[in-house]
């Protein structure tokens, strides 16, 4: 490794430098569960990053209103159907949860628009909020103001592929298919409409967390991209303390949270909920986590004051942030929101299955969990950088560093070559910046060996590589700011 000195960005503001338009469209759809609600509130420090046009009040096999009619109701689930049983409701949060994170997001966003001129305004995030299907799980029968909107976008004249996220169910994603299928269906041009909505979709999903991609999407909407995360989210989620590596855990512990992000940092990191921070969300009896009384024997383990809850869905949205990995297209490549494997029975399904393990030298094996948890102590710091946004000026808090190649992030090379590649790194805050570069075997063919000196990389290709492989390059530039931050670049080698 070597400390070079940075360039600094003639302009103000972070990146993005790219227009607005330019950014991935997104939508999100939400069962109001306290990790979605942490999710949420870290979701709203990244918005710069893409574009949000829907929020979207959803139902879960967790969380449902009921139908005010005192129907009973059983999950279609295995899990929940012998958990609850017959509920005619199920610890629903209501429809203001997010209005409400807004309202304290406004109150910060004049300070984050000094670090980032992308962040949307609170008016317009308003605007936003719509109410999905939400009487029961699965419900997608009747037509909700949400599922309508998420038709809308669906069928605008925008080309631009939209991410569907699924915190919850997908059943309010299934109501906005289903109603375009019943508009269309009978038309001439049906199979026209139906190949562009298949190629403008794409759903990020959280496990299963009701039947309707089963039942309807799947079925009707066969070529519709599914990001399938069932596993790597849960390093991300309740049972961290079991899954994340060690060396991570510092970072959600209670030292660190209250410090760096929970106290002290404005009204939205105020309302995170965290261990033992005496909060109680409302609907939900079975958030007794702030209750300081419960900390020790919990169902998770034992925890301390503002030790980390859950942010289980938080890989849907990092999935779409640019730091340089080039994975948004590429969900093989791996990046923050995890990697996946294509489906064996399906070219449209990518799932973090075993083929999207990665090698956790902590455990000495392939880790399925570790595709994600490679990334935790660099997502903490970036996430305590920007709660610093919301009450720090530009010229007190830290920015992450840019990283290019000049050489691009695809390059060609002969089995046995050695490629010299130029590096830069820009640091918005004038700090030096770490350059260091490592080879991302699991997700290409191969290890190329990476030697970092100045500001070259010298990337060596084994003798033995072959012809079509490729040979993943990460050139990771981490800032001596506090907290440190990191950008990167991929580079992808084509064997010729």
């Known amino acids: 490794m070597k400390k070079i000195l940075v360039i600094i960005l003639s302009v103000g503001l972070l990146s993005p430098i790219f227009a607005k338009e330019n950014l991935p469209r997104t939508i999100v759809t939400t069962d109001g569960e306290i990790d979605d609600v942490d999710t949420f509130i870290r979701m709203l420090l990244y918005s710069n990053e893409f574009h949000l046009e829907g929020l979207v009040y959803s139902s879960s096999m967790w969380h449902y209103k009921g139908d005010g009619k005192g129907t009973l109701f059983t999950s279609e689930m295995e899990m929940t159907k012998k958990m609850y049983g017959a509920k005619t409701d199920l610890r629903w949060p209501g429809v203001q949860w997010i209005q409400d994170l807004l309202k304290a997001y406004a109150e910060v966003y004049p300070n984050l628009i000094q670090h980032a001129k992308n962040y949307p305004s609170p008016a317009y995030l308003n605007s936003l909020v719509k109410v999905g299907n939400i009487d029961f799980e699965g419900e997608m029968e009747k037509i909700t103001p949400g599922s309508e909107w998420i038709k809308a976008k669906l069928l605008d004249n925008n080309p631009e592929a939209i991410y569907l996220q699924a915190w919850g169910g997908t059943n309010t994603i299934a109501r906005a298919l289903k109603s375009i299928e019943e508009a269309y269906s009978k038309q001439k041009d049906w199979p026209i409409i139906q190949e562009k909505i298949s190629r403008k979709a794409i ?294």
Request: aromatic share 12%; charged share 20%.
């Open 203 to 496: 759903i990020y999903t959280v496990m299963d967390q009701d039947a309707t991609y089963k039942k309807y999407i799947g079925q009707h909407w066969p070529k519709i991209r599914v990001f399938y995360n069932a596993r790597q989210f849960a390093s991300f989620a309740y049972p961290w303390k079991r899954v994340m590596p060690k060396v991570a855990q510092p970072y959600f512990e209670g030292p660190y949270m209250s410090k760096n992000i929970i106290l002290n940092h404005g009204p939205l990191l105020k309302m995170y909920y965290a261990y033992g921070d005496g909060q109680k969300q409302e609907g939900d009896d079975e958030h007794i986590h702030g209750d300081p009384s419960k900390l020790k024997n919990a169902q998770w383990g034992s925890f301390v004051p503002y030790d980390f809850i859950s942010e289980g869905d938080s890989p849907a949205f990092l999935h779409l942030v640019d730091v340089g990995l080039n994975n948004l297209n590429n969900p093989s490549y791996g990046g923050w929101g995890g990697r996946f494997a294509p489906a064996k029975d399906n070219p449209y399904r990518y799932e973090d299955n075993e083929k999207a393990a990665d090698f956790n030298p902590e455990v000495g094996k392939l880790d399925i969990n570790y595709s994600q948890t490679r990334w935790l102590i660099a997502l903490q710091e970036d996430f305590a950088a920007r709660a610093d946004w919301c009450v720090k000026s530009f010229k007190e808090a830290n920015h992450a560093p840019q990283i290019t190649v000049r050489e691009g992030m695809k390059v060609y090379a002969q089995p046995g070559q050695s490629l010299t590649l130029n590096l830069l790194a820009i640091d918005p805050d004038k700090n030096e910046v770490t350059l260091t570069g490592w080879p991302y075997t699991e997700a290409g063919s191969g290890t190329a060996d990476i030697q970092i000196t100045g500001n070259k990389a010298l990337v060596k290709i084994p003798a033995n590589a072959q012809k079509g492989e490729t040979y993943h390059v990460i050139i990771e530039g981490k800032d001596h700011g506090s907290p440190s931050l990191r950008g990167y670049r991929r580079v992808v080698v084509n064997i010729l």
